[in-house]
């Protein structure tokens, strides 16, 4: 992890939200602030009644964590992921071209959200009710906070 303010600027400029990569500097800061404290689990998943269907449990987090154990089946083991959006803020950590953006995309949809380009140029996911218009900068934060 970067030490100096110039390392830590370096590397989070690093990250282009059209590339292929992943936010990894974002991640260990969240890693940090929201540890995964549960140990692996010891058994494949089992299926769990949800919303009236019987699914496989593919993915055991604890509260409030940013990783989680996510049950590979090709593997037939689990590993541990980080999230691909910050729980606080909806800024998504994949770049569109990373491998796995189509199922990001699929489970923003599948959790009522929409995915919008901010003006800082990182993509944003929110509830649909929320995300009528694009993502306002930090400069119109502030200035509507003042406002009041």
Known sequence: MPESFTERVDARLAFDPEGSGYDEFTAAQLRKEMPLTLPEPSKPPVKTPIYGKSVPQFEVRSGGAFDAWVWHPEEN????????????????????????????????????????????????????????????????????????
Request: hydrophobic share 25%; charged share 35%; net charge positive.
């Open 77 to 148: 083991k689990w590993k541990i992921h980080g999230s691909s959006r910050h729980p606080r803020t909806g800024m998504l950590l994949k770049g569109r071209k990373h491998p796995t953006w189509d199922k990001l995309v699929e489970g923003e949809e599948a959790a009522g959200n929409v995915i919008r380009r901010g003006d800082d140029g990182r993509y944003y996911s929110f509830p649909k009710k929320t995300a009528m218009a694009p993502h306002p900068s930090r400069a119109e934060i502030l200035t509507r906070d003042k406002k009041k």
